[in-house]
């Protein structure tokens, strides 16, 4: 991918974690933060539907599943109880093939690392609102052959349902040279590490 492209995707993310840090500045009554108990270690696995297309092909939708570990810190931000997350994970996502136009059958897989930041919300900061940005290694699968290495981007939110647990959405896109990837997935992450 040009850098100018892998620019334009990092400065999006950014901007799209501008409101949430902005919420964080506020002036109003804060509670008493509950956000360390996003940080530390944690593995997940998930699985959702992939929309891909390649060039001369067309857009088709394909089963998807994946998995992930990483680690996250606390950032305490002035004048906010709740700290800025900041993480790494490295992932694995496999999609299914689906039929193109052309007679052209193909999937992909995915293997990288993402970067996360979040602002913990709510009465206990137990909902996790995030953008990615990261890079991933993307190959064909089927008729469709191939791989390159591209930056990715994405928007999602993690809720926990347990002390260890949590339940996650997101939406990652990728474009690389020779195929577009969009992954909708829900999953479930294990925490390793809780606040004391």
Do not use: C
């Not at 959405?169 to 999953?187: C, L, P, R, S």
Request: charged fraction near 10%.
């Amino acid at each position: 991918m040009e850098m100018k492209t892998t620019a334009t995707l990092t400065a999006a993310g950014l901007l799209l974690l501008a409101p949430m840090a902005a919420l964080a500045a506020g002036n109003g009554p804060r509670l008493e933060t509950h956000g360390g108990q996003w940080t530390g270690p944690y593995v997940g696995a998930q699985v959702g539907f992939n929309q891909s297309s390649s060039p001369g092909l067309d857009t088709q939708t394909s089963l998807t599943g994946g998995a992930l570990g990483g680690y996250n810190v606390a950032l305490p931000l002035q004048g906010s109880r709740a700290p800025l997350i900041l993480g790494a994970d490295v992932f694995a996502e496999f999609n299914s093939q689906a039929d193109h136009n052309r007679g052209v059958r193909y999937g992909t897989n995915d293997i990288g690392v993402d970067v996360l930041a979040g602002l913990p919300l709510g009465y206990r900061h137990d909902f996790l609102p995030f953008v990615k940005v990261g890079m991933g290694n993307l190959s064909g699968t089927g008729d469709l052959g191939g791989s390159d290495t591209s930056a990715r981007i994405g928007i999602g939110a993690a809720f926990k349902i347990q002390p260890n647990l949590a339940l996650q959405a997101q939406w990652m896109h990728q474009d690389g040279d020779h195929v577009t990837n969009d992954n909708f997935t829900v999953g479930i992450n294990y925490h390793f590490a809780l606040a004391r």
